[in-house]
């Protein structure tokens, strides 16, 4: 499997998670071993990515943390990734105004493996 940009692979999961509606990448997710595929080749922002995509929506689904992962939710990237966008505004207006706006605003899910997310929702 080739590796894809962290952007692009974070645009798949967010478009899967419309497509399927969040109960069935749910089940898709945890059903399939990606999580753990990731993990193991040492993609962690893929890894964590899907993950705190799986958290967030149990959480705001009111499903019960699957406990298969608990040893992985133990780790965290050791550098805060922010999106690509986040990233341009910030070097166009010459400070970190927009980093700290995003870290404020991000999901805890994500943020819990230092991965910068505000909205999973918004895709076209």
Request: proline share 3%; with cysteine.
């Given at each position: 499997m080739k590796r894809p940009s962290f952007e692009v692979y974070k645009s798949a999961i967010c478009h899967r998670v419309k497509e399927k509606g969040?109960?069935?990448?749910l089940i898709d997710t945890l059903e399939g071993n990606e999580i753990r595929t990731f993990f193991d080749r040492g993609w962690y922002p893929e890894?964590?990515?899907?993950?705190?995509?799986?958290d967030y929506l149990s959480r705001v689904n009111g499903v019960s943390?699957?406990?298969?992962?608990?040893?992985l939710r133990g780790y965290k990237l050791e550098k805060t990734l922010y999106p690509a966008g986040i990233l341009l505004i910030a070097?166009?207006?010459?400070?970190?105004?927009?980093?700290?706006?995003?870290l404020k605003e991000a999901i805890?899910?994500?943020?819990?493996?230092n991965i910068?997310?505000?909205n999973v929702r918004d895709v076209a």
């Amino acid at each position: 499997m080739k590796r894809p940009s962290f952007e692009v692979y974070k645009s798949a999961i967010c478009h899967r998670v419309k497509e399927k509606g969040d109960i069935d990448f749910l089940i898709d997710t945890l059903e399939g071993n990606e999580i753990r595929t990731f993990f193991d080749r040492g993609w962690y922002p893929e890894s964590f990515y899907l993950l705190a995509m799986v958290d967030y929506l149990s959480r705001v689904n009111g499903v019960s943390l699957d406990n298969e992962f608990d040893d992985l939710r133990g780790y965290k990237l050791e550098k805060t990734l922010y999106p690509a966008g986040i990233l341009l505004i910030a070097t166009a207006e010459g400070n970190d105004n927009a980093l700290k706006r995003a870290l404020k605003e991000a999901i805890p899910e994500f943020l819990h493996f230092n991965i910068v997310e505000g909205n999973v929702r918004d895709v076209a």
